[in-house]
């Protein structure tokens, strides 16, 4: 961090929002667990949830991700990156309790950017107060969707309004008890280029023929939010609901996912800081063979890496907030790729080695660490795979070297 100055409301919002951590969100965790399982719903959502929501705005810790002043702090995402790590430390309250989930905080933002004034008042404003949820439909069961140009759901022209068909699968949020909408891609032109034949429409999760199948499981959990898998049988959507123009949905996933990689990384970051302050616990805590765990060359070598690793994760993802701060998105796309491999399976590694540990108790729910594990494995997927953003960053890398050859 001291390579980077950190602002004078930077600072405050660190404090004001570990303060918050230590005193609300982590005496919820329990009660949060409580009310979940006493509901038997995997989707229920818990009462608790409302209260630290209303704490957190009290407390002034809300939409603290989004970067217009209008509608939020206005914070850089140098500011706001160690704001998600704190909050990753509490993954399943933290973010929501702030308002700072995804896939939301990306909804709102192309909302934000690209949405009309209508989709601003009937969506944008709810989601910032935070009285609805929304989801993101992308991925698709029938193809390899880690190629984004392959994803075939039909937005065909019918006059004013544009006919959907297909199916999305990994639709996070798309169980989630408040959800009202959805900003769905799909293929408006196959004809087109290839990177101008995706649309992104804006479609509410109840508009006829419009069906949520069922929740998609990760690691055999039942996420609260969900993951759902939704046909699209013929849903017909105003042509007003086209967000920035037909053509435009790779420009906007590429407005969206820049900021969003910081939120992962950084979250994943505080997913791992968590899970050694958890392994230094019990190592000095637990005796084996008459001496501490912590006494063991292995483990003080898995603790020491840890910290290594978290340190150099952590100065990677802070870079890359601070060339798109400074630079913008485009020069820093390495480091975004970078940030995407790297932090979750630092993170991994980290909570692999806490659950051993542990030992039994690390694969149940009595410590978080086997909901990280499962939560960090899929993220290796999320948003693109780690060999997506890999082929990037070694595209670039061989360019420069391509264009010298070309030169000579």
Known sequence: MSMFDVSERGAKYQADLLEFMDSHIYPAEAVYAQQMRESGDPH???????????????????????????????????EYAPLAE??????????????????????????????????????????????????FAMTEPAVASSDATNIEMSMARDGDEYVLNGRKWFTSNGLHANCKVLIVMGKTDPTAPTHRQQSMLVVPIDAPGVSVLRNLPVFGYQDREGHAEIDFRDVRVPIEDVLKGEGEGFAISQARLGPGRIH?????????????????TRALSRVTFGRPVADRSNIQDWIAEARIEIEMARLLTLKAAHLMDTVGNKQARIEIAAIKVAAPNVALKIVDRAIQVFGGAGVTDDVPLAAFWAHLRTLRLADGPDEVHKMSIARQELRKYRDKGEGK
């Open 44 to 78: 229920f959502h818990p009462p608790i949830l409302e209260e630290l929501k209303a704490e957190a705005r009290r407390r002034g810790l809300w939409n603290l991700f989004h970067p217009h002043p209008e509608w939020g702090p206005g914070l850089t995402n140098l």
């Open 86 to 135: 704190i909050m990753g430390r509490s993954p399943a309250l933290a973010p929501e309790a702030c308002n700072c989930n995804a896939p939301d905080t990306g909804n709102m933002e192309v909302f934000t950017l690209f949405g009309t004034d209508e989709h601003k008042e009937k969506y944008l404003g709810p989601l910032l107060d935070g009285t609805i949820r929304s989801a």
């Open 264 to 280: 992962h990384a950084m979250r994943a970051i505080g997913m791992a800081e968590r899970a050694l302050e958890l392994m230094c």
